[in-house]
């Protein structure tokens, strides 16, 4: 009883040992994945792709039930069976069919071995894949066959498709695989695509555009170093890529010990390079009968520039023995470090492996070396190890070795050292183990980049949105190089919107280094954090900075430095009105739009701002209208209107225009420089709000009030010294005073500004009138002000102001009625089409100034008066005995009978003065002044 009880402590106590030990040692968790969609065949994982967010792509695989399969070869279900698993855990499926021949869906193994599959895929940017298949115009001959390529993105939409060349055939045998496909270091730098060929090496060199459009930057050939035995191609730091070929010489000359029999060199290209350079020696041996049988390649995780491993075979004649040496070299070819990497903890692989040790690195530190085997039951075994570098040694992982994988073996390595570990696939199911792997480096941060020590703002951190500036603190000093630092914003459907991107060469009045060359500091323009309660990140590009001792460009930061802006409570702010400028080159791309154009471009420029500032596109609208800046002649530059609605949800308009003005004003490091209408605006303009008239002229509003008060003063002085008198006129003339002065003004300051004008319309233009106008402008303006002096001013002569005497002209009735008239004449010659002229003006400008709003004011004001003076006058004539005319004894025998009166409301007559207005009447000189008023008033109507 005691035995069997403590028999079943100890088994109690085992089995808690080994529960606690599998589940805390070990930490494998488990992902697991039932497919939406069932399906008669499993579902095998067959190919994945990782992302810098954390994102896998997984391709899946499903034998086709309705084509019977021989034994070497595999007909597929015919779509391209997408996975995505997420950050988040969650998987989006995507089954496109994407239309391409048939036997793209075949999978086979060549007379030697090769796995041959025509439909590959390869990662691009974050969102965004591309699928190699191949096109046929017979597909029973392998001769047509054509490689094409497209994009498609994670939720299976379908994008530029691209013809890369024809397929590789060798010996009657098409090897759809032997190409390979190579991102740039920043994925949004293109890919290379290499064809190794029996003879030569094909290369292409891709980047995509902003519409996802394929464009070859640089193609060529070049041939193999002869005796190559092994090659490899990768992307480098400096956004450029290499090629490197391991050579082995079969000759086991011993007489001389020097002699080479093995060497590995590097090509490099920079980015923009139309060709790679010269072979550079990585690496020689002089050991006899040895092979260069493999070459691993990648960027050094912990160290600077790119890090290689090559797999060195000796072949004695009893048996042969594998090495493996690590380099580190800079992208100028320099080899900065050799390692040998000490095999003897590894097992010895079986000898039915189909591999070799491969090698592949870890983000944190170190590499893993893995070899595949099948068991007997023909799955999948894969030992796994992990090589730490500063150690100098190998440990296992945590899962059993060897471990039985799916068919393919696979294990995916995240960005953040965790790693998924396949397992066999079920009928609509699959799934993976999940382990982290240890960080094999004492440097330990979040940035998916070991040469970063910190950064402010920190991940995650919340900052103000007054942040003006952010920081990077490496380990080991660096200068700053020839790459961007960009900042985005994500808005709420998840786009980016590049805020500020800066240059550590070009904009170096946004970058410094501190003295120790640790830190690097960037400065921020107001606008870029302005967005409250946003999200940002951070992109540090990968030759934004270098190494100060090795001068080699460090890797980059993608997708991982985000960081959120505090909300803030912002006054709502009423409409705004503001105006913009376009640039020259603007100003003359806009004016070769036909009207659609022009709508066009006003449609198009709401869209890029709406996004790039960002705000609601309804928000924001014009009046279409342009106008010449008379200020930056003779260059011409236009300026259109942009009207900001307020809003309770979103940004204030203030802070709006705020910002639009400075990311316009900074355009080349802000997104307004890089949109195809927003590049047109004047960075030395801005956005400048409507002026608020009163701020602005502040001054000249109270001085022109002040004159008014003078005049009212001295009107009331008048009517105190003489009731009688008809003192308004002295409102009357300083009204007549200023409107001249400011008809004087509007004219030859603002009369160029809008065409109009001058031209009734574009279509209608008359060359003639403008070669005339352009002739003759000054004389037209003269012209013009002249006739806006007021013929009512000389009533004022005869109006007895405070019964002064110079006030009290005796003008005949003759006089008067001839003033009467020609002053009702001039209503409608003179103020009424210049008030239509002011309205126009009014309606057709941008900007307005103090003066053609004053202009505009003093013209409405002296035509109402003149219009309510007439009707007065004109009442006046029907009753007998006016005041005025009471007053007027010393002229009473000049009286005119009251049935005359209606004419005028005074009696004198000057004879001078009716000499001189029966001069201006007939005046040769005054019918030309009328002709040519009348003229220019018409052309400009
Ligand atoms: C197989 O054939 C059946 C019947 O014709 C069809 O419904 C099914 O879609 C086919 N499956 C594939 C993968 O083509
Ligand atoms: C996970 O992330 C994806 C892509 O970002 C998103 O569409 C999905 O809604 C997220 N799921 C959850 C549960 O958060
Ligand atoms: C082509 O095939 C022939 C016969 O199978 C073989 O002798 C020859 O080496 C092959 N050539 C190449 C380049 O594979
Ligand atoms: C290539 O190999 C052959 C024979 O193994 C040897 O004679 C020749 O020198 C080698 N060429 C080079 C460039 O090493
Ligand atoms: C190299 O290989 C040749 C023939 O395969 C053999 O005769 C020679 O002994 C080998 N040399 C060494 C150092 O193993």
Redo the contacts with the bound molecule.
Sequence with gaps: MIQSSLYLMVLLIAWITIFSLTSSVSGLGSFTHNEMNPFETKPRIWKYLTYFDGTVVLRIINRNPNITSLDNEAWIRPVLSLRIIHPNGTVSEIDKDLEIPEFNWHITIS??GYLLDPVNIYALQKGFLLFRYFNASNPDDINTYEEWGRIIDWNGNLYDNVYFSKANI???TWYPTKTSIVNNVNPEKGFIKIYWR?DYVEWQQYTIDDAFNFIKLSYGNLSYLENTTAFNVMGTVDDGYSIIMGISTSSDNDEDPLETSAAVYVLTKGYDDKQFGAPKLLYQSNLANITISNIFSGISSTGIGQVCTLNITQNTVTSSRNYYVKLNFLSSGSVTEIIPIPLSYLPVLPSNSTTRWLVASIPYGGYVFYGRFPDANNNTNVYVYYFDEYENKFTAWDSREPSVLNLRGIFIILPNNTMLISQMEDFNMWSFLTTDIPKLTNLDNNYSNLQINSTSPSINDNISTLTNNITITYYEPVELSDGNISIYQIDNSGNNIIRQFVNGIKSSDFCSISDDGLTVTVKLIKSTFSNPNSKFYVKIGSNFARSRAYKESLMGVYDVWKFNTNPIEEPLAGKVSGVLRLTIEGTEYFENLNSTGKNQFFANLHLELSKIIPINIKRLSSNGKTQVDTTVSPSRQIFISLNIEPSNEGRSVASIIDNLNEMIKYKSITSIGLNPITKYLDENFGFTPKQDLWDEYKCRFLGVLLILAILLVLFLIAEKMQRKGRNIAILHLGLIIFDFVLDVLFVSKNGKVIELLYIPSHENKSKDFLYWFSQNEKLASVFTVLSSADIEALSILHSNIAGLKCFQAPISTKGKNRIFWASCLTVFVEDIPQLIIQLIYYYNVITYDIIPLLALVSSCLSLLINIIGKLFQAINSCRPGTLEYDGQDDFQKLQTPTTERSSASDESISHSIDIKEENEKNSDKNNLTGSSKSSFQEVIL
């Design positions: 007379p030697d060798e010996n009657g029996v």
